[in-house]
């Protein structure tokens, strides 16, 4: 038994407090069940736009976007108007394991989204999602080798999966075993203080099949648990070798969602609605933002950040400063009245100076829309109608991410960005 005080997190991505419990109730998921039992299990707010990208960078650093400097998947030149992709190497603020290890303490963070590419940490780092090249996933270099034999991989192919489905289970399957035998090596051969896995298959699955979870009649409902049965297997291996090796386990042991899940009614499409009522004009024949004309006012990046088209902050904006704080206004309340057959699209608007603070603030869009359960917002710059579908069935929600924590957290809305601090906390810094 270690006399050290390990931390070990496990990140299921996109799980839901609902489905979660459901689950471990009709005995789908019994070692997650006994850990709501021993634990507090409590939903968790998402980051805004409630993206993994966002979420799980403010959960590693304990910083919102304004601080941190990552707003979304896609950022865009303000000068050529190109869409950009940030990566770690923007992340503005330290993380927690940067923190741990100015106090001697030792981190393995296994496919931790949004930390491509991977740089050093106090410890080992293997990025996950996004991440395009495995030889620049890895930090230190020296384990990618091993990776490698070991068929390790960052996620599934989810270009073949996202029609496939037979080969979606398949990969969910192989890419579970391949996370499960990379842990193991690096839990023995790490000398580590703080551990952390994430499961990113569980996204996957609710985009392509959230229905096959929740509908008893799909053809594929038992395909679905049964992934959901391999995925708690895993987290009972974690905690079976944790609480074999540390005093007092369960007051050390963490689980959490970087957003919700549910299905999608109906996709939305930003842009096509701006250009529809005047606020965005593009050039004919024109593929993306490149094309955006000066009398444009806003215009959207996904999911749902509007950009007004400021004079002085892009190179073709004519919106003066004086007129913003108008033009939100006005935009918000258009928003706010989008129906789709009498149903409100929109829960809310927010305004950017309510949402961010800190260095890298006005970096930010200047509104984020949060959308009614349902309705996922989209943001393609060519869409020409507003309502569409495409071959998705599940979207993120911002409202009913879990946390499962070893003690009671009083928080009445508890986000996803203060839980660095209480995991440093437990190591008493």
Not at 150 to 177: E, K, M, P, S
Not at 260 to 272: D, P, R, S, Y
Request: aromatic residues 10%.
């Amino acid at each position: 038994m270690s006399s050290r005080q390990r931390l070990c997190v496990v990140g299921l991505d996109g799980v839901p407090i609902g489905l979660l419990e459901r689950l471990a109730d009709e005995g789908v998921m019994p070692n997650i069940a006994a850990r709501i039992e021993a634990g507090h299990l409590r939903s968790m707010r998402a980051s805004l736009p409630e993206i993994s990208s966002v979420s799980w960078t403010s959960f590693m650093t304990g910083a919102q976007a304004g601080e941190h400097g990552i707003f979304g998947f896609t950022d865009i030149d303000p000068g050529t108007y190109e869409l950009t992709f940030p990566n770690f190497a923007q992340v503005e603020t330290a993380t927690l394991w940067d923190r741990l290890g100015k106090h001697g303490l030792t981190s393995v963070v296994l496919n931790q989204p949004a930390t491509y590419p991977a740089r050093s940490i106090p410890g080992v780092l293997v990025s996950g999602f996004v991440s395009i090249d495995l030889s620049r996933s890895v930090k230190p270099l020296r384990w990618l080798g091993s990776l490698r034999r070991q068929g390790y991989r960052v996620d599934i192919d989810t270009a073949r999966a996202r029609g496939d489905h037979d080969w979606l289970f398949q990969d969910l399957d192989y890419t579970l075993q391949a996370r499960g035998a990379a842990l193991g090596r690096l839990w023995d051969e790490v000398d580590w203080d703080f551990l952390q896995v994430v499961v990113t298959g569980t996204d996957r699955l609710y985009h392509y099949l959230w229905s096959a979870v929740e509908d008893s009649s799909h053809p594929r409902h038992q395909q679905a648990l049964d992934y959901h049965r391999a995925v708690d297997r895993f987290v009972g291996k974690v905690w079976d070798r944790f609480a074999a090796e540390n005093d007092e386990p369960e007051k050390r042991f963490w689980m959490l969602s970087d957003h919700g899940f549910c299905a999608i009614k109906q996709e939305v499409q930003i842009n096509a609605w701006l250009r529809e009522r005047g606020y965005l004009a593009i050039d004919e024949g024109e593929r993306d933002l490149r094309g955006i004309r000066p009398e444009s006012r806003a215009f959207a990046l996904d999911p749902g950040r509007i950009h007004i088209h400021v004079r002085g902050r892009y190179a073709r904006g004519g919106v003066t400063a004086e007129q913003v704080t108008s033009l939100k206004g006005e935009i918000a309340d258009a928003f706010r009245s989008l129906r789709y057959h009498d149903e409100p699209v929109i829960r809310d608007v927010h305004d950017a100076a309510d949402l961010y603070r800190g260095p890298c603030a006005d970096r930010g869009p200047d509104l984020v829309l949060l959308a009614h359960p349902g309705f996922d917002l989209k943001a393609s710059p060519t869409a020409t109608e507003v309502f569409c579908r495409t071959d998705l069935v599940g979207m993120h929600t911002w409202h009913d991410a879990f946390l499962l924590a070893p003690y009671s957290i009083d928080d009445e809305e508890l986000w996803i960005g203060e839980i660095a601090g209480h995991l440093e906390r437990g190591f008493g810094h």
